[in-house]
T-cell receptor, first 114, second 115 residues
């Protein structure tokens, strides 16, 4: 049972570099999300998607872009990385079919921008 | 605006004792859901328990129960018979009926269980 898989698990970037984080889910969930976790802040929503081809901004979207070309994949892009984007990134997916919007999380990606 | 408040940055409990982790929430929605997640030192987010706003009974999942007091807007997690493996960060989260599964998280409570 793969669930939600994030790639990569760790990454170090130099300021100004770009990268894409990949999230893949095999549960046929409609909704997918990208969160970032910073010490003492809990998880904050960056962007989310309610279906293939649709995306929307969350709480902290600046500096990030996303795409959902296929239902099972949700990509998070950093065009020009900044040290303030050093964080742990979590992807999650959910469905309303269970009636409770339970989110299933990936393992997280630890990103350091130097 | 902070929608989920966890006032206890850290809690300590002795093994086999019960512990309550506090969570209060703020929403004007009639339909919402409350979650607790556990994050051990390995980093993954583990779902523990869910309470819907229309559920009349408090949710229970094994050693976990959710003390839901709707009028006070609180959703405290009770862990009975604590184990060393319960040491972790615990997050309270809410999904509002109007927000399509988007979770709002509190800042977490670090629980330490000692022998």
């Amino acid at each position: 049972n793969a669930g939600v898989t994030q790639t990569p698990k760790f990454r170090v970037l130099k300021t100004g570099q770009s990268m894409t984080l990949l999230c893949a889910q095999d549960m046929n969930h409609e909704y997918m999300y990208w969160y970032r976790q910073d010490p003492g802040m809990g998880l904050r929503l960056i962007h989310y998607s309610v279906g293939e081809g649709t995306t929307a901004k969350g709480e902290v979207p600046d500096g990030y872009n996303v795409s959902r070309l296929k239902k099972q994949n949700f990509l998070l892009g950093l065009e020009s990385a900044a040290p303030s984007q050093t964080s742990v990134y979590f992807c999650a997916s959910s469905t309303r079919q269970t009636g409770r919007d339970e989110a299933f999380f990936g393992q997280g990606t630890r990103l350091t921008v130097v | 605006a902070q929608k989920i408040t966890q006032t206890q940055p850290g809690m300590f409990v002795q093994e086999k004792e019960a512990v309550t982790l506090d969570c209060t929430y703020d929403t004007s929605d009639q339909s919402y859901g409350l979650f607790w997640y556990k994050q051990p030192s390995s980093g993954e987010m583990i779902f523990l328990i869910y309470q819907g706003s229309y559920d009349e009974q408090n949710a229970t999942e094994g050693r976990y129960s959710l003390n839901f007091q709707k009028a006070r807007k609180s959703a405290n997690l009770v862990i009975s018979a604590s184990q060393l493996g319960d040491s972790a960060m615990y997050f309270c989260a809410m999904v509002r009926g109007s927000t399509l599964g988007r979770l709002y998280f509190g800042r977490g409570t670090q629980l330490t269980v000692w022998p």
